[in-house]
């Protein structure tokens, strides 16, 4: 029987060893220990997630007391800061001691924290290692994210606010459009929470090249925006100035059309056309064909501008008047100069829309999830052009500048 219970004595002194009165196992730790990156750099009201484990001696957690866990800045005996520690879930089976910093503002969040531990009666202890946090200015932009947009079809564009932390008290709001209805959402992952604001509208026509922005206010007045120019796709439409005159000893049409895609022009009859000309802007596709006059003649007084794109089509009836082809035989002189009143006054409108639109705040930034080849307030003719298509520019009130080039 002696013998028996000092074979179990000394199994028990191999396989298990006490330090005073608690029971130490190989498989835990002999100290305090901790894991935690040294640096961490966060902007004006935005957050910082401190990610940290840690071990404690075997005796501390036989004492079964709970342990509270605090990152203190400043003296150890006289912290100026105090942040408890909070899970997040991602230690995966370590204790964690992560803390979290909101709304940080420069010069009060910066400085090195330490973990400080407290257990039972009065048991301290403070870990030597610190984290040092570094608050720099706000830069970060919200970010928009906009769908395809087709005129008449519902759309919701979103707006994911900077950061990674939920901010209740934090103000969003859009401009440049007013929406049907707007819908703020938060959705949250593991040490990521993210909060939006959702325009929801039915695209027009008119919201084609609209600069639409998303702006984020947070405390003392500190904000931050983003600026995205919208391309809404929508059928061709011909514009009113489109017309046949007569000059000369030709019938000369222009037919203007906007849509986007920026559409093809075709034309009906094309028989007996002798010359045929096509150019784009950012808005707009020019096309202008020239047909003799004993041509003409033969033909009906109706001739048919068609625009085309993958939305949609359109028409229009392009009457020549009676009165124009009368003034077939007027001078060559009044007939410019008739022409050239009428169309250049359409000129000076839309010159007055395009300084208006010069006129718009332009998009402070190009973090931005659409593609524009231009901006709205250019027009870019393509090609080498020969000097009767900017003749014939010129009558029409849509070619001054580069008819100077071209004959200056």
């Known amino acids: 029987m002696l013998q028996t219970l000092l074979f179990i004595s000394t199994v028990i002194q191999i396989t298990d060893c006490f330090i005073g009165p608690y029971l130490f196992r190989p498989d835990q730790p002999l100290d305090f220990s901790i894991s935690v ?23 501390v957690l036989d004492s079964e007391e709970p342990i509270r866990r605090t990152w203190i800045k400043g003296d150890p005996q006289n912290p100026t800061v105090e942040v408890p520690s909070v899970d997040f879930g991602v230690s995966y089976g370590k204790a964690e001691c992560n803390f979290l910093l909101k709304n940080l503002v420069q010069g009060q969040n910066d400085g090195d924290y330490r973990l400080k531990l407290e257990w039972g009666h009065g048991n301290v202890h403070i870990f030597n290692k610190t984290v040092r946090i570094i608050v720099k200015e706000l830069t970060e932009k919200p970010t928009i994210e906009v769908p395809l947009l087709t005129a008449g079809e519902k759309a919701e564009i979103s707006c994911r606010a900077p950061g990674t932390c939920l901010n209740p008290k934090m103000g969003m709001f859009w401009e440049g459009i007013e929406p049907e209805r707007t819908e ?37 007045n500190m904000q931050t925006e983003a600026t995205v120019t919208l391309e809404v796709r929508h059928a061709p439409k011909i514009s009113n100035s489109s017309r046949c005159v007569v000059w000369g000893d030709e019938l000369i049409c222009v037919c203007v059309s906007g849509g986007f895609p920026l559409p093809d022009i075709y034309w009906s009859p094309l028989d007996d056309v002798t010359e045929y000309y096509i150019a784009f802007s950012n808005e707009n596709t020019f096309s202008i064909i020239s047909i003799s006059t004993a041509s003409f ?28 082809k009368a003034s077939w035989k007027l001078p060559t002189s009044w007939i410019f100069f008739s022409i050239s009143l009428v ?54 009130g849509a070619g001054i500048s580069i008819c100077m080039v071209n004959y200056g």
Request: proline share 6%; glycine share 4%.
């Open 37 to 59: 990156n040294d640096n961490y750099t966060g902007e004006a009201s935005l957050c910082i997630r401190v990610f940290c484990s840690f071990t404690v001696p075997q005796r």
């Open 343 to 396: 169309l250049n006054i359409s000129l000076a409108s839309c010159l007055i829309v395009t300084l208006r639109r010069k006129g718009k705040p332009k998009p402070q930034d190009d973090n931005r999830v659409y593609i524009s080849p231009m901006k709205s307030d250019e027009s870019v003719f393509s090609g080498n052009f020969p000097p009767n298509f900017c003749l014939l520019l010129c009558v029409f």
């Open 297 to 324: 003649r033969n033909l009906n007084m109706t001739i048919v501008c068609i625009s085309m794109n993958p939305i949609g089509l359109e028409t229009m009836e392009i009457q020549v008047d009676e009165k124009l």
């Open 184 to 220: 703020r959402k938060a959705f949250g992952v593991i040490g990521r929470e993210d909060d939006f604001l959702l325009l929801i509208f039915h695209p027009k026509p008119e919201h084609h090249n609209i600069n639409l922005t998303c702006r984020v206010i947070f405390q003392e």
